[in-house]
């Protein structure tokens, strides 16, 4: 039995971790998730909200009568509405507009001030969630900017509590571990400490990181430059901004999600496994079970739930709500991207950034491609060079054919996962030729319109 607790912060964390079992399919991967939405405010957030209070008060950053300012999507700001109502600070939070009414009542409920910004600005725009709270903190005597996007102490809140937790919980027996992108705190700080025992104990965990479609993450991860960002329902996850409490380089491999898969299956969590959790948490659910279907019995994933399902009773816990945005319509089917690959496909031609245009055009007439993507030694995409690209430059009179081919090549757009839906394809041919299909740092296929035409060309008449 617990010992009672002098304030509502001591209960913060020591979560359980509890085995999926209907929703994980027979011959998978035992699934085991981490619990955060049965933290006091409902959500992982409070491990951070609490950790960088502490910190802050203790090196003379807020002091009494201070108000505490941050942009977010709801869960930090009730974890810091919950510290300071217990503090005594005030509280002054921005959130985008498309954020549940439920956050923003909970939000009021501790006497906190809510700010509501666009969702559909650029990063840059002094309109952004992000730039108003910088701005209301400058402005507010005593306003302490909690910064959670950009603070290192996001990530070692979660390497002191939610991975030291999960190691022990689990006495580092487990083979992969995942985790929403958001901000980048959770898996960063837990990633760091995977990492950091894989090299201690000779272990190969996986630490591996679930991005909406419509973030930014999944294309920064494989090409080193952010995607244009596009717009997803599931909250709490995903940005349109790159934060300096994500760490790269302790994440393996990013896999990407839509609101359907989100949405469906945090419903049958709910439903079918009693946990009582949000749309994120059916997202990144969404992946681990993917992983455990491929790595077999015998193994162990590890993820997170990171809040809790209150939050949404008006969102994709109504069936009119999902009705509405046609979650509910029965699926056509069409299958995964993967299954375009499947078809009768090229291998796919790359070259160096090195390479000259002569060696492009080479390619471009032995091939019969229109499309090179120009990768690293790694396999790694860095860019790539189209037929009309080149038909520009050449027209122009700016190359030469020993023109490095890097010169005219444009960034890679249109990444997506092979587990990807097909439907996801649509929106990236409305803005690229092709798209760029990744997997684990490589690129495995390409896929163009006339790919997907033939596909379900076959597809309808079988």
């Known amino acids: ?3 009672p607790f002098h ?15 209907k929703v994980v399919p027979e011959g998978a991967a035992e699934v085991w998730v981490k619990c955060e939405f049965l933290n006091p405010a409902g959500s992982i957030k409070d491990r951070m909200a609490l950790y960088i209070v502490e910190e802050a008060e203790k090196r003379g950053w807020l002091k009494p009568g201070g108000t505490i300012v941050e942009n977010t999507s709801g869960n930090t700001g009730l974890g810091l509405a919950m510290v300071a109502a217990v503090k005594g600070y005030k509280c002054i939070f921005t959130m985008p507009d498309k954020m549940s009414l439920e956050k923003v009542n909970m939000l009021k409920g501790f006497g906190a001030e809510v700010v509501i910004t666009p969702t559909d600005v650029p990063g840059d725009s002094p309109e952004h969630y992000v730039n108003t709270a ?6 507010t005597p005593g306003g302490f900017y909690v910064n959670q996007y950009h603070t290192d102490l996001n990530i070692l809140a979660h390497y002191h509590s939610t991975g030291k937790e999960i190691w022990e919980q689990t006495e580092g027996d487990f083979d992969a571990f995942v985790a929403g992108i958001g901000t980048g705190g959770t898996i960063s700080g837990v990633g760091r400490l995977i990492k950091e025992k894989n090299t201690e104990l000779g272990k190969s965990i996986r ?4 991005d909406p479609i419509g973030s930014v993450h999944f294309s920064l991860f494989y090409t080193g430059t952010p995607g244009e960002a596009g717009v997803y329902k599931v909250e709490g996850i995903g940005d349109d901004i790159v934060c300096d409490a994500f760490d790269l380089s302790v ?10 898969q989100a949405f469906t299956l945090a419903r049958r969590l709910t439903r079918e496994e009693g946990l009582f959790c949000g749309g994120s948490s059916g997202a990144i659910a969404h992946v681990a079970i993917e992983i455990a279907k491929e790595m077999g019995p015998g193994k162990k994933v590890v993820c997170v739930l990171p809040d809790h399902g209150s939050r949404y009773i008006s969102k994709y816990l109504s069936d009119a709500w999902m009705k509405d945005y046609g979650f509910l319509e029965p699926e056509r089917n ?14 796919v031609i790359t070259a160096s950034p090195e390479a000259t245009l002569a060696e492009i055009v080479q390619i471009f007439r032995e091939h019969g491609v229109s499309q090179v993507p120009l990768v690293d030694g790694s396999g790694k995409p860095e860019s790539i060079v189209h037929e009309v690209d080149l038909l520009r430059a050449m027209q122009a009179g700016d190359v030469s054919m020993d023109t490095k081919a890097s010169e005219v090549a444009t960034a890679v757009g249109g990444l997506i996962y092979p587990k990807a839906r097909v439907e996801e394809l649509y929106a990236i041919f409305a803005k690229d030729q092709v798209a760029i299909v990744v997997d684990q740092s490589r690129i495995v296929g390409i896929v163009s319109q006339i790919d997907l035409i033939d596909y379900l060309s076959h597809k309808t008449n079988a």
């Open 1 to 3: 039995m617990r010992k």
């Open 7 to 21: 304030t509502i912060l001591d209960t913060i964390g020591d979560t359980p971790l509890v085995r999926l079992n």
């Open 134 to 139: 910088k701005r209301i903190a400058a402005e």
């Open 207 to 210: 630490v591996v990181g679930e």
């Open 251 to 260: 994440v393996d491999e990013i896999r990407q999600t839509d609101d359907r």
């Open 334 to 347: 069409l299958g995964l991207v993967e299954d375009v690959l499947k078809t009768e496909q090229p291998t």
